[in-house]
């Protein structure tokens, strides 16, 4: 499959240039090191103001007219540990990455900057420190991206990466200094004590302007598309930071501006995150189950997951406006439990993904294959974040998709049409996504670590040096805890969840412990137990499969069967594209393949075939419906602007004679 | 005890739903049949031949058939076939049993995947394709069964369905458990989704996905396949029909008359199942999603259904 | 300290005459750099020597505010940069024949009457003088825009001469109308046109005439600043200009220009209230942005990219101005000054790739940052602090506008202006990627620097720095010049 | 002088100002527009000279004598070295508006300039500000003149008429602007003119010619 989105990058193409650069040994560890070291600064800065008391800074010199103020909640707090945690990992795993892959100064010098940037932004107490740290993160991240400059790929990722952020921004921009402007103040403390104050239109407008700028950081739709660029064409530690803490950040906007300091907003608020949730959830895991390119998958994956988080976050407003503020309290422990897993899992998958392009130099599915045996660790770490991914048990996401499908099926049932509509539509639209995810990785798994290589690159495979690994393996530990004990994070999710007026403070959340157990409302899984008795039933089923052991002759190792062939060939193996046809096909309507069948025949005869050319391109249909216009018209404006600056100096001193007459009407 | 006695059941039980199916189906084709032990006999024939591993795979494929297997126990374990009360009954509600059924499922189709070949990459797509879609309709017909009850939970919702009996043949309730059926069908790969005995590699999909497995191993995952459709068949039985089912610690009387009554829902809910496969051909690959769509639909009804019908009983 | 008020209209004029006599010597390029660098001094002595407050001097024909220091300040420091990389740009042009020893000794002398035209625009208390002295710097660098006396450099000369001399020329007319006001407000003829009197009488303006008075002068000293509909000399002129002086031409004589605008609004809006140069402004302000957001987009040259980057940012000093607040005005200074050093950084190395590639076609340049660590990193940098990336002065002026905006409730200018912006940002970012990043074409021309341009450079990307961690006492500094504008909370 | 003839002889002026910008517009022989620029420069330097005899005052007759050589004499000299030797480059090509509209065009404006005039002679009347209608309709004549003339020194000469009539309005309805403006403001004009002279000639150089449509290289 070629897609016109992107060029499967070879091993010679990557960093040709930055093999010209000096071997970055001790820059490695130190940017590394640094970044880790900044990582645990925010976990543990977080944890002492998530059980503590909240921490605030000002410093009025630095940054011209602006200032700094740093505010410290136990939601910012929440956040600060999970970019940390995210951090710590990174930081280690980019220690061995960066001489592997030969990074060059620049990048490695502003990899801890990048970390500092989002520690900032859910730490910043105001408005003016909330865009600074914000525009800082957005920058940093975009200097990152660009870091292998040398590919025309990623130069243009990074620019569609940079338009869109600063669109993204600009209207965060928009809506936050109309925030403060109305509620008469910058810090967050005084806004929120003036939000009474605001209009109803005030407070629309500014719902609508966050949700863009904050959905587009998320990667929610429709303003996704720079997503699977970036994180795909970003160097892999980079993704791994981006798609598992800075996307988080678009959710805390929401969380923060949204929900908090506007106060639990009306109905439509909530439905309106909900649809752009699902729609986000269903279509970013359909363009994830048809990639064929690793990373792209996991990016559309974080759209995906960011999409049934927001949808939780909406399901939060609607029922707690409808009276059921427990079942809006699991919808929103669900959320949070959610980001956090899904910090774990995506960035143990990038960086997985990671050391295999290091090791490879691919991302095409469909040339991978047969890494199980070449590359055992990352193959598990890998298993480890697919099974998060896809939302079954034992794996990372089963728990807080459970709440979710919880908070959705208990809502009350009292004739609020809404409420009848909305949420069962709601529970198709997440286990559609848990269906598809599952198949989408499935087919990364499967196709890109089982079976055979599918090209020399995959086939000359190394496993990672040790820090890589040791990284990854931070982020499996924690993959592996929220699969089976997200009763650690009971205490944590409580404390934050008590300063979200959405829930209202004094509704229970539900308890985390052995058994989840739903206040309230019937209904209790445990996650730790499930998985002991999952392994002692397989255990018992291979114990039952040594029955008649005693009669089998010895074991033996065969060939498989080539189909009559001589031998099997790993181009008669099943690829990404293949696997993915028949979703393609069912969803036909939706991702609109552009497919070419081209048939050549022998010169001698009409009924002999040459060869057969096939080739499918998947672009982003949103992205030709709504981006495409929208440049045309710009173009179209700037054309037309173009054409009145012909050069011609009568011209010129025509529009300002007109100005003066201009002038002379109005004026008089 | 009740659990361990479920786990048992199903575990013996399930050779014997699967050739009492095929007996039914041969007999009404006008074939003698070959028992309805001969499953027993084909597992002991497996588990005694040699132990081959295909060369180039990995432990994914060795160990696959085991989780398939061992998922399906679990789930035994679970759900309220004899006795409400379960030990691990809080450990997992509904939602969670289907995870559990997709991990089985998954575990196959990563190992049909492993073997690099044509025809393991061709079950396991078809197979993950149907499955994803089938899951909308799954979770959906949970919700509704869950509305009543109020929980997920088996143990709440096989009591809540006892204690109102009524409930059942409200309109939700017989729509939800349509679709149950329809998706059941799609997961367990019986027609008109997918044909358990054809040889035609082309039209199959569970078949294709375990083509490379033999002796022992081929054994388990024939085993799970079975344990599969008869656990499914029996939670199907129990959550719309729950009579019989023995309450929480229930007396030996109790299990027995559980342990019989359950027998007896299965054995007819599968001569059903095997007769009405009679008369029905496989659908089309692509045909599938539509049935899956109209399942949906039906789920989705359902949940309206009920909450509609929750308001006004109130 | 009266007489310190004279030291950066004289300072540059007496290196100008030195210039004169010697012509194009390494001696006569220090003492102008010395010149620029003793309007910075002024700047500073003047700021931080004494509270605040307006003093006079000569008289009272000159007059330093807070606003004035600040234009001052960035006047010496644009101009020190450019006057020091002068020595290597025109050196290098001689080297080239690009020019002979006569340009370069008409350069020599006209740079720095241009430097002092700047410095009396700022100090000058009478608005007559100081219409003056904007006209004349049109005169002083007509020839330093046509220096290379090529087609298109004549072309442009022409165009910007014509251009802002009609435009100016309205602004006079303006000027007559308000000395007409102001003697009719009772002002005596000698001081009629001194800004202190007018602030002090503007409350007995004739609002007609005074209403007249405002749009010529908006119109005109637009034309200057440039602003639609007087804009279109703008991209002709600091493309063909010398790189320094286009350094100048769009960090400090638009700002300047725009400096004198915010002095007459002080008096018109005493006298008419805020809204009528409100509207004036916002109307100028968005067209501005719409034309210069528009030409970013087609853009196919590095330097006339550069110049409609400057109209942006002029017109978004005008939509600020419109806000009038105390912070929409520090926001403006702050944003000036941050924009007169990013604007050196990048027009300085934009010289550079000129004098390579012998082109100022976007596409003729790839691959700089791989080719010379200096002039890539100068202009990304530089494109950086213009487009309003954090850590740089402009993110923090451009959030203070949007505040200030928001504040004055106008935040659907703010919503309008703000589309634009990011359609300027996309096509600075597309076209700085284009020309930055990727490997380097094999045939490409190395980049030579010379060391005058290299220590300009390196010390604009060490100011942009700083001055986007803190502004330290030009906090104050600014706040006062808004207060002295008469600028409400 | 009587309060009569000083009105008359104000509005003779302002009238044959007027009058010789009307016949710059109607007008397109180079040499013959600069003369009658001159003669402008002579109509605005009766102004203040008519003001003075009026007052009694020396210092605008002054002022009005170095009016009239710097714009009756100097800028027109050096307006007419300019126009140079060469026989082609004594006519101005078609202008970009023909005659009879140009002339219609200058009607109009004339009669929006006494429109736009009304505030400023509400605020003061007296003989100098009535005139002013007059005087102000050159300037939008000039620019007009600036806008659709092809040569480059009939722009020259517009705006030299733009730049008289500035003056002109400022004598009529201020008695001048204060000295050291005025005198930054000549010297503004003269060196404006000169810089125009010497890029004409430069374009003659490097254009062959000094017709401005050839300056439409610079564009995007």
Same mark, same amino acid.
């Given at each position: ?16 240039g930055a093999r010209a650069a000096p071997p970055a040994g001790a820059l490695a560890w130190l940017s590394g090191g640094l970044t880790a070291a900044l990582g645990a600064v925010g976990v543990a800065l977080g944890l002492s103001v998530i059980f503590g008391e909240p921490r605030q800074l000002r410093i009025g010199w630095l940054l011209p007219l602006v200032g700094v103020r740093l505010d410290l909640d ?595 | ?189 019986r027609l008109p989704v997918d044909n358990p005995s054809t040889h035609l590699e082309v039209t199959m999909i569970h078949p294709a996905m375990v083509l490379e497995y033999a002796g022992p191993k081929l054994a388990v995952v024939e085993w799970a396949s079975g344990m599969r459709l008869t656990v499914l068949l029996a939670l199907l039985a129990n959550l719309f029909l729950p009579w019989g089912v023995a309450a929480t610690d229930p007396s030996a009387l109790g299990v027995l008359l559980g342990l019989a009554a359950i027998t007896v ?50 | ?61 000159? #007059? ?198 915010? #002095? ?226 | ?46 102004? +203040? ?26 800028? +027109? ?17 078609? &202008? ?22 009304? +505030? ?6 007296? +003989?100098?500000?009535?005139?002013? &209608? ?43 602007? &204060? ?42």
């Amino acid at each position: 499959m070629t897609t016109a989105l992107h060029n499967s990058p070879t091993v010679p193409a990557l960093g040709e240039g930055a093999r010209a650069a000096p071997p970055a040994g001790a820059l490695a560890w130190l940017s590394g090191g640094l970044t880790a070291a900044l990582g645990a600064v925010g976990v543990a800065l977080g944890l002492s103001v998530i059980f503590g008391e909240p921490r605030q800074l000002r410093i009025g010199w630095l940054l011209p007219l602006v200032g700094v103020r740093l505010d410290l909640d136990p939601l910012g707090g929440l956040f600060l540990v999970a970019t940390g945690a995210v951090s710590i990992a990174v930081g280690i795993y980019a220690v061995g990455y960066a001489q592997r892959e030969r990074w060059a100064r620049f990048p490695l010098a502003i990899l801890p900057l990048f970390v500092a940037g989002m520690l900032l932004v859910p730490a910043a107490g105001s408005i003016t420190t909330f865009l600074v740290s914000w525009e800082l993160m957005a920058a940093v991240s975009l200097f990152l991206v660009l870091s292998e400059h040398r590919r025309e790929a990623v130069r243009s990722a990074g620019v569609f990466y940079a338009i869109m952020t600063q669109l993204g921004f600009a209207s965060i921009l928009l809506a936050l200094v109309v925030l403060s402007a109305a509620a008469g103040g910058d810090a967050f403390s005084t806004i929120s004590a003036h939000v009474h104050d605001l209009s109803s239109g005030t407070k629309t407008t500014v719902f609508l302007l966050t949700l863009m700028g904050f959905g587009s950081k998320a990667g929610l739709l429709p303003l996704h598309a720079w997503l699977p660029r970036a994180h795909t064409e970003a160097p892999s530690p980079v993704s791994a930071l981006m798609s598992a803490a800075m996307v988080n950040m678009g959710i805390y906007g929401i969380i923060r501006i949204d929900l908090q300091l506007l106060g639990p907003g009306p109905n439509w608020w909530g439905l309106t995150l909900m649809i752009i949730g699902a729609l986000s959830a269903v279509f970013g895991v359909l363009q994830a189950s048809v990639a064929t390119d690793l990373k792209r998958l996991l990016a559309y994956s974080t759209t995906e997951n960011m999409g049934l988080i927001t949808l939780s976050l909406g399901a939060a407003i609607l029922l707690r406006s409808s009276g059921a503020p427990t079942v809006a309290a699991i919808a929103l422990t669900a959320a949070l439990l959610h980001l956090l897993s899904h910090a774990a899992f995506k960035t143990l998958a990038f960086l997985a993904a990671g050391s295999v392009l290091a090791a490879t130099g691919l991302r095409d599915l469909d040339k991978l294959g047969g890494l199980a045996r070449r590359m055992p660790v990352t193959t598990v770490m890998f298993g480890i974040a697919a099974l998060g991914a896809s939302g079954l048990p034992l794996g990372a996401g089963f728990v807080s998709e459970w709440l979710m499908l919880q908070s959705l099926i208990h809502s009350p049932a009292d004739g609020n049409t809404t409420l009848a509509l909305a949420m069962p539509l709601s529970v198709g639209a997440v286990a559609l996504t848990t269906g598809l995810g599952i198949a989408a990785m499935v087919k990364a798994f499967g196709v890109g670590f089982l079976a055979r290589p599918r090209s020399a690159a995959a086939e000359a495979a190394q496993e990672a040096p040790a820090s890589m690994l040791t990284g990854m393996t931070l982020a499996a530990a924690a993959c592996a805890v929220f699969a089976v004990a997200p009763a650690l994070l009971g205490p944590t999710l409580r404390q934050v969840l008590a300063v979200l007026p959405t829930v209202g403070g004094h509704a229970a959340g539900p308890q985390l412990g052995t058994f989840l157990r739903l206040p309230g409302v019937g209904g209790s899984l445990s996650p730790g137990l499930l998985a002991a008795a999952l392994i002692i039933a397989v255990l018992l089923t291979l114990g039952l499969s040594r029955w008649g052991a005693r009669h089998r002759p010895a074991a033996a190792m065969a060939p498989l069967w080539a189909s009559g062939a001589d031998t099997l060939s790993s181009r008669m193996q099943y690829t990404a594209t293949s696997f993915a046809e028949p979703l393609q096909r069912v969803f036909d309507n939706v991702l609109r393949p552009d497919i070419d069948v081209e048939v050549t025949h022998f010169a001698e005869s009409q009924y002999l075939v040459e060869k057969v050319t096939f080739r499918s391109r998947l672009a982003d249909p949103v992205e030709q419906r709504l981006y495409t216009p929208v440049i045309r018209a710009v173009n179209a404006v700037a054309e037309w602007v173009r054409g009145a600056h012909t050069g011609s100096v009568h011209l010129y001193l025509a529009y300002g004679a007109t100005g003066l007459l201009i002038v002379l009407l109005v004026t008089r | 005890m009740a659990a361990a006695l479920q786990v048992v059941a199903v575990l013996a039980g399930a050779p014997l739903v699967m050739g009492g199916m095929r007996q039914v189906r041969a007999r009404l084709e006008g074939r003698a049949g070959g028992g309805i032990g001969q499953p027993y006999r084909d597992l002991r024939k497996l588990l005694r031949k040699q132990q081959i591993t295909p060369q180039g795979t990995t432990v994914v494929f060795a160990l696959a058939p085991a989780v398939a297997a061992g998922s399906t126990l679990l789930i035994a374990a679970i759900v309220p076939l004899i006795a409400l009360g379960s030990p691990l009954d809080s450990a997992a509600d509904l939602f969670g049993v289907v995870g559990l059924l997709f991990l089985g499922t998954v575990a196959l189709t990563l190992a049909a995947l492993d073997t690099g070949t044509a025809f393991g990459g061709m079950g396991s797509s078809r197979e993950i394709t149907i499955a994803a879609l089938v899951e909308p309709t799954i979770l959906l017909a949970v919700f509704a069964l869950s509305i009543p009850a109020h929980s997920a939970n088996l143990a709440a919702i096989v009591s809540a369905a006892m204690q109102n009996p009524g409930q059942v043949f409200s309109p939700g309730s017989v729509l939800a458990f349509v679709a149950l059926v329809i998706v059941t069908l799609a997961e367990t790969g019986r027609l008109p989704v997918d044909n358990p005995s054809t040889h035609l590699e082309v039209t199959m999909i569970h078949p294709a996905m375990v083509l490379e497995y033999a002796g022992p191993k081929l054994a388990v995952v024939e085993w799970a396949s079975g344990m599969r459709l008869t656990v499914l068949l029996a939670l199907l039985a129990n959550l719309f029909l729950p009579w019989g089912v023995a309450a929480t610690d229930p007396s030996a009387l109790g299990v027995l008359l559980g342990l019989a009554a359950i027998t007896v829902k299965v054995a007819v809910l599968a001569s059903v199942l095997a007769a009405g496969e009679v008369f029905i051909a496989k659908l089309r690959l692509f045909r599938v999603p539509e049935l899956l769509a109209g399942s949906f639909l039906l789920a989705l009804l359902a949940v309206t259904a009920s909450s509609f019908l929750a308001t006004t009983t109130q | 300290m009266g007489i310190l008020l004279l030291v950066p209209i004289l300072a540059p004029l007496a290196a100008a005459a030195l210039a004169a006599v010697l012509g194009w010597r390494r001696l006569s390029a220090w003492v102008t750099i010395l010149a620029a660098l003793s309007v910075l001094i002024t700047a500073a002595v003047l700021g931080f020597g004494i509270e605040s407050g307006v003093r006079f001097g000569v008289g009272d024909l000159l #007059r330093v505010d807070s606003l004035g220091v600040t234009m001052l300040l960035v006047i010496g420091t644009v101009g020190t940069l450019a006057t020091w990389a002068s020595i290597g740009y025109i050196d290098a042009e001689l080297a080239h024949r690009h020019t002979d020893q006569r340009g370069a000794h008409l350069y020599g002398v006209l740079l720095p009457v241009f430097l002092a035209a700047m410095a009396l625009a700022v100090l000058a208390n009478n608005i007559g003088v100081m219409w003056a002295a904007i006209e004349a710097t049109t005169v002083a660098t007509a020839f330093l825009v046509g220096h290379r006396r090529t087609r298109g450099a004549l072309e442009a000369s022409w165009k910007y001469v014509v251009i802002c001399s009609v435009g100016i020329a309205l602004a006079f007319l303006g000027t007559v109308l308000l000395y007409f006001a102001s003697l009719h407000a009772g002002a005596s003829s000698g001081q009629a046109l001194d800004l202190d009197v007018l602030l002090s009488r503007a409350a007995r303006l004739d609002p007609d005439v005074t209403r007249l008075a405002a749009g010529l002068l908006l119109l005109g000293y637009g034309a200057k600043v440039g602003l639609v509909p007087f804009h279109t000399w703008v991209a002709d002129a600091q493309s063909q200009a010398p790189a320094p002086v286009s350094a100048l031409m769009s960090g400090v004589l638009e700002a300047v220009a725009f400096c004198t605008l915010l #002095r007459v609004k002080s008096v018109v809006d005493l006298s008419l209230g805020t809204g009528f140069l409100r509207t004036g402004l916002l109307t100028v302000g968005l067209l501005t942005l719409l034309v210069a957001a528009s030409m970013l987009v087609v853009q196919k040259d590095f330097k006339r990219m550069l110049a409609y980057s400057s109209m942006e940012n002029m017109g978004l000093i005008a939509i600020a101005a419109s806000a009038g607040t105390r912070l929409a005005i520090a926001a403006i200074l702050l944003h000036v000054l941050a924009h007169g050093i990013g604007k050196s950084l990048v027009f300085l190395a934009a010289g550079q790739l000129q004098a390579a590639h012998d082109s100022t076609a976007i596409r003729d340049v790839t691959g700089v940052l791989t080719r010379s660590r200096l002039i890539g990193a100068s202009f990304a940098v530089g494109l950086a602090v213009l487009v309003g990336l954090p850590p740089f002065a402009m993110f923090a002026s451009e959030l203070s506008i949007s505040r200030a905006l928001a504040g004055a409730h106008l935040a659907w200018a703010l919503g309008a202006a703000l589309p634009l912006m990011v359609i300027a940002f996309a096509a600075l970012v597309r076209h700085g990627t284009r020309m930055l990043l990727g490997p380097p074409d094999a045939s490409s021309p190395a980049i030579a620097v010379p060391r005058s341009i290299a220590a300009a450079l390196l010390t604009a990307v060490i100011l942009s720095v700083a001055l986007g961690m803190t502004a330290g006492p030009l906090t104050d500094l600014f706040h006062t010049a808004a207060t002295q504008l008469g600028a409400s909370h | 002088m009587t309060e009569a003839t000083y009105t008359g002889a104000l509005d003779l002026a302002a009238g044959a100002f007027l009058l010789t910008a009307v016949l710059i517009v109607w007008r397109r022989e180079l040499s013959a527009i600069v003369r009658l620029l001159a003669w402008q420069g002579a109509a605005l330097a009766v102004l +203040p000279i008519i003001e003075g005899i009026y007052q009694r005052e020396p210092a605008p007759i002054v002022v009005g004598v170095v009016v009239l050589l710097l714009r009756a004499v100097v800028l +027109p000299i050096l307006l007419a070295r300019a126009v140079g030797t060469e026989d082609q480059e004594r006519r101005e090509s078609t &202008p970009l508006v023909n005659t009879t509209a140009s002339l219609l065009i200058t009607a109009g404006l004339t009669v929006l300039a006494y429109a736009v005039t009304q +505030p400023i002679i509400a605020l003061d009347r007296s +003989p100098t500000t009535r005139a002013l &209608p007059a005087v102000f309709a050159v300037i939008l004549i000039a620019v007009f003149v600036m806008v659709s003339r092809r040569r480059a020194l009939s722009q020259a000469v517009g705006f030299l008429m733009l730049d008289n009539s500035i003056t002109a309005t400022a004598f009529l309805i201020t008695a001048g602007v &204060p000295l050291i403006v005025e005198l930054g403001a000549s010297l503004d004009v003269l060196f404006a003119v000169f810089v125009l002279g010497l890029l004409t000639s430069h374009m003659r150089v490097a254009f062959g010619g000094t017709d401005l449509d050839q300056l439409r290289e610079l564009r995007d």
